[in-house]
C-alpha cells in the first residue's frame, strides 16, 4: 500500500497538478477565488456568531438569521472547499510535510465538528430562545469556537507560503 507521501508526490505529478503549477495566472486566480470565497464563509459564519454572542441584531431572532446566512454559508463552503481542493492538488508534495497546512487541517476538522455538535444538540431548542438577546451559555461557546477556530485556519492559512 502506497504511503501518504507517495500519493502526494503522485498528486503533484499529475497533468492537473502540473498545468495549474506551470500557467502563469491559474495559481494567483484560483488562490483569489479561494480567499474571496472564505471571506464569504467566514463573513456569514461570523454574522450568525455574533448574533449568538448578542453583539449584533440582538433583536432579530436567531432562527431568522440562520435561515438568511445559511444559502450564502453553503455556496462560500462549495466554493472554498473546491478552490482550496485545486490548491491542494497543485502543491501536493509540497504541502505533504508542511506543518502550517497540517494545522489547518485539523482545524478545519474541528471547525466542521463545531456546527454538527450545535445542531444536533443546543439549537434544537431554538425556539425557546430564538428572541433572546443573548442566547444561551452553550450557543455562546460554540459562536466563540466558529470564531477562534476560523482565525485560526485563516491563520494557518496564510502561514502556509511561509512554512517549508
Not at 490548491?87 to 485539523?106: D, T
Amino acid at each position: 500500500m502506497p504511503s501518504l507521501q507517495h500519493i502526494c508526490e503522485w498528486i503533484s505529478s499529475t497533468s492537473l497538478s502540473t498545468s495549474i503549477q506551470k500557467s502563469l495566472w491559474a495559481f494567483p486566480i484560483i488562490e483569489s477565488i479561494h480567499v474571496l470565497a472564505i471571506a464569504l464563509l467566514v463573513g456569514s459564519i461570523a454574522l450568525f456568531d455574533l448574533r449568538l454572542l448578542g453583539i449584533l441584531m440582538r433583536h432579530e431572532p436567531v432562527s431568522k438569521i440562520a435561515h438568511a446566512v445559511l444559502r450564502w454559508t453553503w455556496i462560500g463552503f462549495a466554493i472554498m472547499f473546491l478552490s482550496g481542493l485545486l490548491l491542494s492538488i497543485a502543491e501536493a508534495k509540497q504541502n505533504y510535510g508542511n506543518l502550517a497546512f497540517r494545522s489547518k487541517l485539523v482545524l478545519l476538522l474541528l471547525v466542521g465538528l463545531n456546527p454538527l455538535i450545535f445542531h444536533l444538540t443546543i439549537f434544537r431548542s431554538v425556539n425557546s430562545w430564538d428572541l433572546a438577546p443573548v442566547a444561551p451559555w452553550r450557543a455562546r461557546a460554540a459562536a466563540w469556537t466558529s470564531l477562534i477556530l476560523w482565525a485560526g485556519i485563516i491563520i494557518a492559512g496564510r502561514m502556509i507560503a511561509y512554512i517549508h
